[in-house]
């Protein structure tokens, strides 16, 4: 299978960061994934929706967004909330730095340590877009062309 | 996330299983947390992460929690039975800087 | 946890009827569903998400909804198609009535017995919507308020 | 999915592992198939569910096929280590007139 997506919505409720976790683990699984590698992206899929819960939307509830797709053996994770976005990205992503006192500030770290590529694109009081990338170890061996 | 709490002695073991994240965190934090208020005798925290199928930095913030406590009463937090994405995940949070490894609960339990 | 909803769009490819079990189970979880009842659902999902593959859009992809909700302690599942719709609904629901004749005719059968209500609506060259509803057993036996 | 395939004089074992639904069945379909196209004196078959996770009409419609090949050669068709849940489905569909459900492996391989 070449090409894959998929598209869903939930609201923000900490109950669906597990089913998230699920979610993308079975669909990243189409492609060639070690074990290991699964678990780095259900880590990072785990803190960019617990982010939505917690930070965009606080004690309201709203909407969360995942926009997942495979091309080019490359999984590909959107998350978008439209909720307080956020206002000093380099600061947000700095080790230790959260806006929580109960909380590490390690989400946006360990995002960026486990897939390939983050970024992420926020307005205050619109919300915040987080692009996560990964691609199997397995094929980066490879040719490119897949097999 | 289920957790069985066990004391023995100053020691109290608590054996994790299942998911520690956003969801399942501030059960982890009450359940603790009040064993820890109620019985002021336990010094020492071993947790037993054998049955740990999954932790992100929700769960390492609550495990990082009640460090804190354990510290005021000069008390040492260990872990066992520690998964290898886990070792992974409490490097680089920083957390082994305040909690051990041990090898197995056997030598995690001679801190009492 | 009282209330929650999951929509899903994903193109109608054979490998999607899988995730889509895994993703239904996963949310299905959250209510007092026994094992056997589980199953049931994945059956009654897998059958209803193969349909839009096999029959809905045939040789072309098209793209398959999905709306789950959970409300009143009852699971509740839309699999919605913009395919070529059915023109006799009784007929499509007789036991052993396919159109293709490597088929069982056995899908719509199973969402029936296996769901406690299955309901649906086609139009045709509109698409075809099915409507799947489903309570634990174990949470009929208490009263409506939950607890 | 996953089939592993053992003959043993005229009779061909098949152990299915996994879901078997519209994105395997097509392999199971050519797999089998093959095997008893290419090798005319198999006479019975035997799918053993032991380790099958998950089937729906998709996978049964794909086991009924491979009775219509056995039947012509007046050979049987059984099935052992049936999990509760797919005895539901052989039963529903009707599967259960041309295929029988035997105790164990040794039992079903005495037709040979
Ligand atoms: N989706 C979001 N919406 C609003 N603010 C966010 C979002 N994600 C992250 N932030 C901000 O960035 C900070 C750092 O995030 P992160 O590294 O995940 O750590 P933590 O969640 O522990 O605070 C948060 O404390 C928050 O202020
Ligand atoms: N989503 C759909 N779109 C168009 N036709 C459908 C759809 N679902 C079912 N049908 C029609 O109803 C018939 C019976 O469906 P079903 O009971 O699932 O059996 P089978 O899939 O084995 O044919 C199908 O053969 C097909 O003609």
Same mark, same amino acid.
């Given at each position: ?11 923000? /409720? ?19 994934? %070690? ?28 909407? /969360?967004? @995942?926009? @997942?797709? /495979? ?27 959260? %806006? ?7 989400? @946006? ?9 983050? %970024? ?28 | ?10 020691? !109290? ?8 994240? !956003? ?29 740990? $199928? ?38 680089? $949070?920083? !957390? !082994? ?16």
């Amino acid at each position: 299978m070449k090409e894959n997506y998929l598209l869903i919505t939930f609201p923000s /409720i900490p109950e669906n960061v597990g089913l998230a976790r699920v979610i993308v683990a079975s669909f990243a699984a189409q492609l060639d994934f %070690t074990l290991n590698e699964l678990e780095e992206i259900r880590v990072a899929t785990s803190e960019a929706v617990s982010n939505c819960v917690i930070h965009a939307y606080r004690e309201q509830s709203g909407e /969360i967004q @995942l926009e @997942l797709k /495979i091309q080019d053996e490359t999984l590909s994770i959107k998350v978008i909330d439209g909720g307080c976005g956020i206002s000093d990205l380099d600061l947000a992503k700095t080790a230790a730095y959260s %806006t929580d006192p109960e909380r590490m500030g390690l989400g @946006l770290v360990f995002m960026e340590s486990f897939m390939d590529q983050m %970024t992420i694109e926020s307005q205050l009081n619109q919300g915040t877009q987080v692009l996560m990338v990964k691609k199997p170890e397995r094929s980066k061996d490879s040719n490119d062309d897949g097999q | 996330m289920n957790l069985e709490l066990k004391q023995n002695g100053r020691v !109290l073991t608590v054996v994790v299983s299942g998911e520690l994240d !956003l969801s399942t965190s501030p059960d982890f934090r009450r359940r603790i947390g009040d064993e820890l208020e109620q019985n002021q005798g336990i010094q020492h925290l071993i947790f037993d992460f054998k049955e740990t $199928s999954f932790v992100d930095s929700s769960g390492l913030g609550a495990i990082l929690g009640r460090y804190r406590t354990i510290a005021k009463r000069d008390g040492k937090v260990s872990a066992v039975n520690v998964p290898p994405h886990l070792v992974r995940l409490f490097e680089l $949070s920083g !957390l !082994l800087k305040v909690m051990t490894i041990d090898p197995s609960l056997e030598e995690a339990e001679k801190y009492d």
